[in-house]
């Protein structure tokens, strides 16, 4: 048989997925060039396909996931640096069954759903799907308006106003081509490392106990609030639509739909993937480092809050670029999910119940619902409950996972849907105990919550 065609059973998913792409405007726009000889073929191709891993990391370095870097670094030292390690490599294997699954059967998750389920689950799951989806943008929205109070002073309430302006620029992006938005996320990720970078080299870690405490200790197991803080890195680090969005926008490339083709593009899409990830792992850590170095060695046990850590920093460290690098770091970081936020919500919208909406209106719909909660609480409440609404997303977040990692395990390790894609029976037992480990924690990780109340010092986010 030629290797031209699809040659198993995923050949009807491809057929059906050529014409109701999710993202259409961008479905295979990016070229993929053959594989040359050597090295350089080697990088070429590789680049080609480098840039949905770096929009999936931005998930992985939200604000969200500043308030636990901050609490852990602040409240145990490094002791909790495995945890940061291990939660990253339990995204490094989810996105890579969430790119396998979309890349080997031309369904993202979302549609994989459809294809599967009643409409009434679908709905259950669209719905859920979307409040997270919000949560995770009411995080966006807040951090950026932190960021902008930090850098220029404008009331939380007018921060988070502007950041609704960012809609009109990502249509304009998108309008340009999918490589430019992948390129400007890459720059933001690299603003935001190279801040952290400089944060490390002023604030001067014990290199020896941090290599000593690389090592998981027992301790995080038997001190309940070691043990909570570390599920809320966890929760905080795996966002469930991150997984819905790399499903999708592995399909940006214009890949041979052959067996070859496919397995070709699953490998170079790992490994865009897992770069990217680590560079994610190391912006994580490096908050939790310098959270260490400066909070828990000068006694501020009790740093959570992302005002709080601004405001000590150039105190401390003797200079105030300090704080500056950290507000510029938030505020890149916040627009940056905003970004991989618009777009999960338009591919499970598109996935779930293909409907498809004009994309303006469907961000304009997504970041209203998110800027309306963040501006009646600032102007009810105050500003100082911001860091109560921060958490509440999280929460929120945690409790989708469940619906998203169960799915996702399940279509991989199905041969009929998967063909020759399918998960090995080793990784289909890692998975599935990922799988479980993640529904624990963070249904532990809520019951917490809601038994504690949502106090920035019961809660350890």
Not at 139 to 148: D, K, P, R, T, W
Not at 260 to 276: H, N, P, V
Not at 314 to 324: D, E, I, K, R, Y
Not at 418 to 427: E, K, P, W
Request: glycine share 8%; aromatic share 10%.
């Amino acid at each position: 048989m030629s290797d031209s065609q699809p040659t198993d059973s995923s050949r009807s998913e491809w057929q059906r997925t050529a014409g109701n792409p999710s993202l259409p405007e961008v479905f295979r726009s990016v070229h993929v060039p053959q594989e040359g000889q050597g090295f350089f073929g080697f990088c070429r191709k590789l680049l080609a396909f480098s840039g949905p891993g770096y929009l999936v990391a931005v998930g992985y370095m939200d604000p969200g996931n500043w308030a636990t870097s901050l609490a852990g670094g602040a409240q145990f030292n490094y002791t909790l640096l495995p945890v940061v390690v291990l939660s990253s490599f339990a995204g490094i294997v989810l996105q890579y069954l969430a790119l396998k699954l979309g890349i080997a059967t031309g369904r993202d998750l979302a549609q994989a759903c459809r294809d599967c389920f009643t409409p009434g689950v679908n709905i259950v799951l669209w719905i859920t799907c979307e409040i997270a989806i919000t949560a995770c943008d009411l995080a966006e929205v807040i951090g950026s308006a932190i960021a902008l109070n930090l850098l220029f002073g404008l009331p939380l309430v007018y921060g988070t106003c502007i950041t609704a302006m960012d809609v009109l620029f990502i249509l304009f992006l998108q309008n340009k081509g999918f490589r430019l938005i992948e390129v400007l996320v890459l720059v933001l990720i690299l603003v935001v490392g190279g801040s952290f970078l400089v944060e490390i080299i002023l604030s001067h870690p014990d290199l020896e106990q941090m290599l000593s405490s690389c090592v998981p200790s027992m301790e995080i197991l038997q001190n309940p609030n070691m043990l909570y803080t570390a599920m809320g890195i966890l929760g905080a680090t795996v966002m469930p639509h991150n997984l819905y969005l790399h499903s999708a926008i592995c399909q940006t490339r214009n890949f041979g739909p052959t067996k070859e083709g496919r397995k070709q593009a699953i490998f170079y899409a790992t490994l865009d993937s897992t770069l990217a990830l680590m560079c994610a792992l190391f912006i994580n850590a490096a908050i939790l480092v310098v959270s260490a170095a400066v909070f828990y060695k000068g006694g501020y046990f009790e740093v959570a809050e992302i005002q709080d850590a601004y405001k000590l920093l150039s105190p401390l460290l003797g200079t105030g670029v300090a704080s500056f690098l950290f507000a510029l770091a938030l505020l890149a970081s916040g627009q940056n999910s905003t970004l991989t936020g618009t777009l999960a919500g338009q591919i499970v919208m598109e996935g779930f119940l293909n409907l498809r909406i004009h994309p303006s209106l469907r961000r304009l719909i997504t970041r209203l619902l998110a800027i309306l909660p963040a501006v009646f609480v600032t102007v009810i409440a105050g500003e100082d409950t911001t860091a109560r609404l921060l958490i509440l997303s999280q929460v929120i977040l945690s409790l989708q996972l469940s619906f998203v990692v169960i799915p996702l395990v399940f279509f991989t390790s199905d041969r009929s849907r998967m063909g020759n894609f399918v998960n090995t029976s080793g990784l289909s037992l890692l998975s599935w105990t990922l799988a479980i480990l993640i529904v624990a924690l963070n249904g532990w990780l809520l019951v917490g919550t809601l038994r504690n109340g949502f106090g920035t010092k019961s809660f350890s986010l």
